[in-house]
Nanobody, 121 residues
């Protein structure tokens, strides 16, 4: 059974930083590309960062490029998202998921509970 447990969210002021973590189990984590997604109230879920299985290739949405950094530890089955220079428009529930490489499509269509990020101005 696929399990994705996100943590690290919180409330920060604009310009602040947060580090999100996602512990994955129930599938071959080290062999999968992974992605971070977010969903703000009233909006569709969007992809923000993705990383190849080996961790050497990353890609970002234009809205977070230069501010967010995705990384992974395959020995710990853990995905990270370092978020710097946060803006109020980054406020959303954040999720991780295994994805088809080069896409924003969740391989298993399962989602964790997410972790809430709130940025105040």
């Amino acid at each position: 059974q696929v399990q994705l447990v996100e943590s690290g969210g919180g409330s920060v002021q604009a310009g602040g930083s947060l580090m999100l973590s996602c512990v994955a189990s129930g599938f071959p984590y080290s062999g999968n590309c992974m992605g971070w997604f977010r969903q703000a109230p009233g909006k569709e879920r969007e992809g923000v960062a993705r990383i190849a299985s080996g961790g050497m290739i990353t890609s970002y949405a234009d809205s977070v490029k230069g501010r967010f950094t995705v990384s992974r530890d395959n020995a710990k089955n853990t995905l990270y998202l370092q978020m710097n220079s946060l803006k109020p428009e980054d406020t959303a529930m954040y999720y991780c998921a295994p994805i088809f490489c080069g896409s924003w499509i969740n391989v298993f269509r399962d989602w964790g509970q997410g972790t809430q990020v709130t940025v105040s101005s």
